[in-house]
């Protein structure tokens, strides 16, 4: 019997470094077994770095959609779409906020406006004024952990209420 814990060692590491000025980079893809490939900049076609661009702003904007897709809240997908265009307009790549994501900012505030006895609307201007380590201690503390939790329990309950899958639905031709 073996006593000794087994570190699970990842299929694939993926490895991003960027120059100072945050403009020439490499992506060093790092299997396993330790075989590793580097992929420079400098190495890619301009067409294809031109695709992989195209390829990176559907990902990053679709991502951004991905936990709005349960509840089909259009509206908030729509609202972060843009203001992710916008942002890739400027020189920043993420949101100063963007560290929980917008849905953990949501939950956090109506777990705040429960447990402190307030209007939702002066909760998220106390949080939204808050810097992120602020936020982060407030979401860790255990009441309002449990709040959030609860929270995120309802959002997953409405949307398996909302489905309309059913098991009968799969047909395996049989």
């Given at each position: 019997?073996?006593?000794?814990i087994d ?31 580097i ?16 390829h ?9 959609c ?12 729509y ?9 890739l307009?400027?020189?920043?790549w ?28 002066v ?14 201690k ?8 449990a ?28």
């Amino acid at each position: 019997m073996n006593t000794a814990i087994d570190k699970k060692i990842p299929f694939l590491k993926k490895v991003t470094e960027w120059d100072e000025a945050g403009n020439a980079g490499e992506v060093k893809f790092v299997l396993g077994n330790g075989q590793q490939v580097i992929v420079t900049e400098s190495e890619i076609s301009p067409e294809n770095r031109y695709r992989l661009m195209i390829h990176g702003i559907s990902q990053k904007l679709g991502d951004t959609c991905a936990a709005y897709s349960k509840d089909s809240n259009f509206a908030d997908a729509y609202k972060e779409l843009v203001e992710l265009k916008e942002l890739l307009a400027t020189q920043d790549w993420s949101r100063k906020r963007e560290g929980a994501g917008r849905q953990a900012m949501e939950d956090l505030i109506e777990a705040l406006a429960k447990l402190k006895k307030q209007e939702v609307d002066v909760v998220r201007a106390a949080v939204e004024k808050a810097d992120e380590a602020t936020r982060k201690k407030w979401a860790k503390n255990s009441n309002v952990d449990a709040e959030i939790q609860a929270i995120k329990k309802r959002r997953a309950d409405a949307a398996k209420r909302a489905s309309s899958d059913s098991i009968d639905d799969i047909d395996l031709g049989l």
